[in-house]
């Protein structure tokens, strides 16, 4: 959740830090501090509120150095104040950390060191680590490794020593931490995108790695040994991390959906783009085919994206699908064996829940895979089988290409199963053929009618709550429109089955409340059209998204949001665009922070 950077090398560490942390804001942005190796001290800056106060405070006087450690926060012990941003420090400033993580055993170690006299300045578990650091001896290295097994629950730590003013020390179990390899310098972080742009040479630490960093080296060892950990070269471009002239990462990143969904298309199909390609899926053909049943888990966003996938599976291969929130599925004592396909769709890549609910299915000799968005991410690292969504890198809280490409994902993994259970026929190189048209058909949504758009806002902005209704594969898209909606404009809305609504949510309808509704053509569209009018005898306004020609649908909606028509399997991608647009308009117009959301991070890297 709260974005580290640590920095070694030739240059000026605050200039370094400051920019990682920009690039890494969208992980936690209620307060962010750092602390830079002085020449008799470390001298720390922190800020509550986002990091535009700390880039002020550090404006004027900039410490100097080149070795230092930067973070942005979610917090989680202690309101986001000064004294609980990080980085923390030892009882004698001695010792400066931050962490993205928390610590189980926070109780007990606050007690303990309260027992022992040692003065705690702050509320967080982040101080506990810095103080058992500051009360240990030795090398740093020498103190993280007597204070590791002390320390129970989630972290990735970065610190560094005034008696070590070389290095920096880093160490994980649980929220990922990548080195960035560069030339005269080594930047330690809690994702990639804070060092892209420095160097594309990175490291990944494992579970239990402790390095010690310098400027031309890495030192890595776990549990006592010293290991080596390959450097690998990252394929993301630097240069689409910005917002490339669009208001906000969110728009950029809708608009960005025609190009993403044709190169995740594009990148699993053979070269005459008949069928999917399996070697590229890193599926083995009779592994595969030994599978009966398929677990689905995720969590947000990536859950709505595997409730559409059952209904593709299900629908397209007869193979039993479940869908679980990772949060659940350890917890619910699944039926999960050798038979079953376990997919952990993720983003991020680093969902604790997700990877969690991953572990399990590996643990019960399940086939494991992943449909991710970034390459070398932990569930990517985990799992036998990956692919991967081309989204590129989403920076904004609210997930909107990486929905879409995993939607695409779905599709191709259904009809890959289709393959090994030699099902595939005329079907396929038809969907195909819908599939590598789509991008068009995105762009046509996303041109979408400015009045109509524009009606759809006012109402939502007047309003305080709404209703989402949807059918079929359909549902879980409303579910994810009404996410969408609350989660970047504050607003309260719920998605329901459009069959449900007489089962009590009507209850809440006045004059004027609002019904956004997902109507495409499909077999259930009249059905739908007869829940609308229910609503509409309601006082109810309906908003629908669906054809441009679709009379029915005029007649019974107040304002429709258009799309072009595509095939039913696709109709769930397509019909995504205009609640995105539509969330992000509303959010805009009541002057709310688009890309980060209050309360949120873009990875929630704890349980
Ligand atoms: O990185 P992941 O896909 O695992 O993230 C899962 C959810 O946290 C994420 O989709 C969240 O719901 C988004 N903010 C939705 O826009």
């Not at 190796?37 to 404006?59: D, H, P, S």
């Not at 890193?282 to 709505?304: M, N, Q």
């Not at 004592?333 to 829940?353: K, M, N, R, Y």
């Not at 709404?466 to 970047?488: D, M, N, Q, T, V």
Request: contains cysteine; glycine residues 8%; aromatic residues 4%.
């Amino acid at each position: 959740m709260c974005g580290i950077i640590g920095y070694v090398g030739e240059h000026q560490a605050v200039p370094v830090i400051l920019d990682g942390l920009r690039r890494l804001e969208y992980r936690g942005y209620d307060s962010a501090g750092l602390a830079v190796m002085g020449a008799e001290t470390i001298e720390v800056l922190r800020a509550a509120g986002k990091l535009a106060n700390l880039e002020e405070l550090a404006f004027d006087q900039p410490p100097r150095g080149s070795v230092g450690v930067g973070h942005t926060r979610w917090a989680t012990h202690g309101a986001p104040t000064e004294a609980n941003a990080h980085p923390q420090v030892d009882a004698d400033g001695h010792i400066a950390v931050v962490h993205n993580g928390i610590l189980e055993n926070y109780a007990d170690l606050r007690r303990e060191l309260l027992d022992q006299g040692v003065p705690l300045a702050s509320d967080t578990d982040t101080e506990l680590i810095a103080q058992l650091l500051g009360r240990a001896t030795g090398s740093l290295f020498e103190r993280v490794e007597a204070v590791l097994s002390r320390l129970v629950g989630q972290f990735a730590v970065v610190a560094v020593s005034r008696d070590e003013p070389n290095t920096v020390v880093a160490f994980r179990n649980g929220p990922p931490l990548v080195v960035g390899v560069g030339d005269d310098e080594m930047i330690v972080a809690s994702d990639v995108v804070a060092l892209l742009h420095r160097t594309k040479r990175v490291i990944y630490l494992e579970n239990g790695d402790i390095a010690v960093v310098h400027q031309h080296e890495a030192h890595i060892h776990n549990d006592g040994r010293a290991v080596d950990r390959p450097v690998e070269t990252l394929d993301w471009d630097a240069g689409r991390m910005d917002k490339g002239g669009f208001r906000h990462y969110m728009l950029k990143e809708i608009h960005e959906q025609p190009d993403a969904i044709r190169n995740t298309v594009r990148a699993y199909l053979n070269a005459d783009r008949t069928a999917v390609n399996l070697g590229d899926l890193g599926f083995d053909h009779d592994r595969l085919a030994e599978v009966r049943r398929i677990h689905l888990v995720a969590c947000g966003t990536s859950w709505h994206a595997c409730l559409v996938g059952k209904f593709l599976i299900e629908r397209l291969t007869g193979l039993p699908t479940e869908v679980d929130y990772g949060s659940e599925y350890r917890y619910r004592e699944p039926l999960v064996g050798p038979d079953v396909l376990v997919v952990g769709v993720t983003q991020s890549g680093e969902t604790a829940d997700t990877l969690a609910a991953m572990e399990l299915g590996k643990d019960a000799g399940a086939l494991l895979g992943t449909i991710c968005n970034v390459r070398g991410s932990s569930s990517w690292r985990m799992a036998q089988a990956r692919m991967l969504t081309q989204a590129g890198p989403e920076i904004g809280v609210a997930s909107t290409k990486a929905f879409t490409t995993q939607l695409v994902a779905m599709v191709l993994l259904a009809l890959a199963l289709r393959q090994v259970r030699g099902l595939s026929d005329g079907t396929d190189t038809e969907i195909i053929r819908q599939l590598l048209r789509l991008p068009l058909a995105i762009e046509q949504a996303i041109e979408g009618s400015e009045e109509a758009y524009d009606q759809a806002t006012q109402l939502l902005a007047e309003a305080t709550d709404s209703l989402f209704l949807g059918r079929g594969c359909l549902y879980p898209i409303a579910l994810e429109g009404a996410l969408k909606l609350k989660e970047i404009s504050y607003l309260h809305a719920e998605g329901y089955p459009a069959g449900e609504m007489k089962h009590g949510p009507i209850a809440l309808l006045t004059e004027g409340f609002p019904i956004v509704t997902v109507a495409p053509a499909t077999p259930t569209r009249e059905k739908l059209l007869g829940n609308l009018m229910e609503v509409r005898a309601r006082g109810a306004v309906v908003i629908a998204v669906a054809e441009r020609e679709a009379a029915d649908v005029a007649q019974v909606a107040d304002i429709v949001l258009p799309i072009p028509a595509v095939d039913r399997l696709l109709q769930p991608i397509v019909t995504t665009i205009p609640l995105q647009l539509l969330a992000y308009r509303v959010a805009v117009e009541l002057g709310l922070d688009v890309d980060q959301p209050r309360n949120l991070a873009k990875s929630v890297t704890v349980e």
